[in-house]
């Protein structure tokens, strides 16, 4: 078992120092334990929202990326993921993207987790809901 959020701060300090025209900001609830394998799932649908970001959201300015781990009752946790970018085109379709919405709605599926897609403005937010325990 680890900290979910510990390994996903780790992951997104990685990542700010890698993905050059983006500041990954990160506001992380300490104290959230759950399997090894299902906090490494997590991180990689982490990692797919941060590279989207970067590349769609910013893909010709720099900008700012948050992400956002906490808890959510007694069950499950949340993860978002934000940007202030261009936004999200009104005819996405999630299922009908490329390898990286793939990824990430494989590793959702894997972790009987849900996705809500938000719209802001400027820019998109990802809210990942995630149980604590993996699905019977």
Known sequence: CMDVGKYIEALCHDLDESVAQCDVRTEIEEGIVIATD???????????????????????????????????????????????????????????????????ASFTRQLGATIEMKKHDPGAEFVVSIPLQAPA
């Open 38 to 104: 299902r906090a490494v799932s997590t991180a990689l649908i982490v990692n797919e929202f941060i590279a989207n970001a970067a590349k769609y959201a910013y893909e010709s300015q720099s900008g700012i990326i948050s992400v956002k781990v906490a808890r959510q009752g007694a069950e499950n946790f949340t993860v978002s993921v934000r940007d202030e970018g261009a936004g999200m085109p009104d005819d996405l379709d999630p299922r009908n993207q490329g390898l990286g919405m793939r990824i990430i």
